[in-house]
């Protein structure tokens, strides 16, 4: 739906849907929309030393004009950001429209400096999206300046999987695993004793392997845990484990309690339907939610090169 919404603004401002940013030049302000996020949103002007100077003071009117949450300045570009705005890229559009006719008006775009050398970019530029700022670069800078901020992230991110740790995050996730499954089963066993309520008691089964995921990764970052490619596999083993133990635990306690021997018949036919509850469930708590698919993205690297 966004896909859409980003592809109208595109065409109206003739700007460029690219993989990170939509982005281009709006009234000679390059400038980039984050893509990533939807739903919120974000614009990178780049602007002239006084348009950076300045911006941070717009943010009271931006505020009640178009949600603009926040405005930071810093490198050659000015980021707004819409995280509380209803309708953020229809408040975007609004923004684009009337203020960069304004800023053009005070002049925010005569000249970009460079943030390598500190000179004023003419001509051939370069530009790179990092992190929440645009910046204009000479062809020549561009590569030393993108090394430096790579090996930077780098050093920043080798100090963060310093202070985590594997095997912690796996305990955690086991124990939060364990607190899910019990809460998840106290839950099912508390309304099957309430006779209005005894209905109700498969749809918290359902909620079941969800409370499990919910656990696992809320432990295993509790635990600071590493928080590698491996963080969603430590999470589903130590949640895989969590389920079985529990599973045969509450299918053993009800043989029990219907009489039957502990570990019969009765007791294989409730564990084999507990396994498929909570397995269900699992599945749909490890998407999503607790951002499983996201482990990747945190390896990704953050400068990306824009063609406007
Ligand atoms: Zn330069």
Redesign the pocket.
Known sequence: MHETEYDEMAREFSLRVGQRAVCGRVQGFPLAISRYAAGTGGVYVAMSPDGLAGAEGLLPRLREAYGVSDVRAGGSSASFRFLRARKPLAKIGAFLRQEMPEFAARGWNREFL??????A?RGEAEYLLIREELLV??P???GP?ERAARAAWEEERARTLSRESAARGFLGALLGAIVGAVLGFGAMVLMSLIPYFDDWGEVVGNAYGFLVALGAYGGHDAFRGRSDRSRTARAIAAAAIAVCGTSAAAAAWMAGRSGAPMFGREFRQHLAVLLFMGGLGAVFGFVEPFGGSRDSEAEENTATRLSI
Do not use: E, G, Q, S
């Open positions: 460079c943030p390598h050398c500190r000179r970019v670069l000479h020549d800078c561009a300046y």
